[in-house]
């Protein structure tokens, strides 16, 4: 079993649509979890930052961490198709700078 | 205008040869990563420098080698012992301190023939 679960995917969705994208994990000492953005051929955006619980929310894009579940989601509102790319998450332990990514899940929204 | 920088963007090479792939930073960053990312496999890390002068292998270093010595500076040399080479390369980087996210820079496409 790998430490950081993510479905590839794809995913497709229309215009308009809320996204849900989702990574588990098995580590518990998992403190800080970010996701990133991936385009085509190009390196990954951070997008959201969260530590420990809770959400955050940065426009149309809320990051939720549910450490109890070992459980964590990005909600894209109102997708567009410039949405459509690869969303990685990745986490650390506290202390340790080298993050544990996830194999990323490719979104498609269709106009 | 901050940012990473790789070169070159895609990179051919035949079997055999090393070729060295730059990064460069001017955030002024003190961490520096290298990743391999093959399709489906996610990010795996190479080597990765916390200061200058020094660096510390990842997960997958075998048949790779870096060098730290200059801040702004980590490339990364793939050695013909790398046995399967042709892959994305990504470089980044981390601001010093409690700060845990990382900046990727665009990426380096090597194929090897």
């Known amino acids: 079993q790998k430490e950081v679960e993510q479905d590839p995917g794809p995913l497709s969705v229309p215009e308009g649509a809320i996204v849900s994208l989702n990574c588990t994990y098995s580590n518990s000492a998992f403190q800080y979890f970010m996701w990133y953005r991936q385009y085509s051929r190009k390196g990954p955006e951070l997008l959201m930052y969260?530590?420990?619980?809770g959400n955050k929310e940065d426009g149309r894009f809320t990051a939720q961490v549910d450490k109890s579940s070992k459980y964590i989601s990005l909600f894209i509102r109102d997708s567009q198709p410039s949405d459509s790319a690869t969303y990685l998450c990745?986490?650390?332990?506290?202390?340790?700078?080298?993050?544990?990514f996830g194999r990323g899940t490719s979104l498609i929204v269709h106009p | 205008d901050g940012g990473i920088t790789q070169s070159p963007k895609y990179l051919f090479r035949k079997e055999g040869q090393n070729v060295t792939l730059s990064c460069e930073q001017n955030l002024n960053h003190d961490a520096m990563y290298w990743y391999r990312q093959d399709p489906g496999q996610g990010l795996r890390l190479i080597y990765y420098?916390?200061?200058?002068?020094?660096?510390q292998k990842g997960d997958i270093a075998e048949g790779y080698s870096v060098s730290r010595e200059k801040k702004e500076s980590f490339p990364l040399t793939v050695t013909s012992a790398q046995k399967n080479p042709t892959a994305f390369y990504l470089c980044a980087s981390r601001v010093k301190g409690s700060s845990y996210e990382q900046y990727f820079g665009p990426g380096t496409r090597l194929t090897v023939t």
């Open positions: 420098s916390q200061i200058v002068n020094d660096f």
């Open positions: 990745a986490m650390s332990e506290g202390g340790s700078y080298i993050p544990t």
């Open positions: 969260t530590y420990s619980s």
